[in-house]
């Protein structure tokens, strides 16, 4: 809940950053957000670390710590590279399907966490929802405002893209490709956490 909040927090501050056009290397502007400084998604392998400590003091760490650092590295490499494949080599004609193969694709390799590391896949399901909650909302509003934010632009292969449908797609983009992506970093980032954090009472796994 704490991570949820300072998550939040910073996802206001960029909104009112790009609002008022400050400095584009911390509030960038465009589709995807262009690496800006002042993000979320650079709070998830800190808040993985963090829950991966937490849950391995409280003996609830993974059967095999170095399984689920494995199956979550490796997850989140599949998705990234599936990701990174649909949107710089799939042409514009086909990309609907592949998008279609991606968003059902992302999150079944996010539930091999929940086989490896329950306890860590529903905290990190839990941060992610609250996490990109707000950004669902920026979405909405900056598209019906025409507030020209980052969270309202598409990758420009899609073209142009009627208000609706356009709301449409950066919501599946945010459940079925985002929160995967938390779980899955935050995940890997939850094992190397366990592997600093001895279990209360005992060395634990």
Not at 65 to 91: C, D, R
Request: net charge positive; glycine share 12%; proline share 5%.
């Amino acid at each position: 809940m704490i991570a949820g909040l300072v998550t939040f927090l910073i996802t206001s501050v960029r909104l009112v950053g790009e609002l008022l056009h400050w400095d584009a290397k911390y509030f960038g502007e465009q589709a995807g957000g262009g690496f800006a400084l002042v993000g979320i998604v650079w709070l998830v392998p800190l808040v993985g670390f963090a829950i991966g400590r937490k849950l391995k003091g409280a003996g609830h760490g993974p059967s095999s710590v170095w399984l689920a650092f494995v199956v979550a590295l490796l997850g989140l490499a599949a998705v990234m590279s599936g990701a990174f494949y649909v949107f710089k080599k799939v042409p514009v004609e086909t990309l609907p399907n592949w998008m279609t193969y991606l968003s059902y694709g992302a999150p079944a390799v996010a539930l091999l966490i929940l086989l490896v590391w329950p306890r860590a896949f529903f905290a990190l399901l839990l941060y992610g929802v609250l996490a990109r909650g707000p950004v669902i909302g920026a979405q909405y509003l900056s598209i019906r405002q025409n507030w020209d934010t980052h969270y309202e632009k598409l990758d420009p292969k899609f073209g142009q893209v009627a208000p609706a449908e356009k709301e449409k797609k950066l919501l599946v983009s945010q459940v079925s490709l985002w929160i995967p992506f938390t779980i899955l970093c935050g995940a890997a980032a939850a094992a190397v956490g366990a592997l600093t954090k001895r279990r209360s009472g005992g060395i634990g796994h």
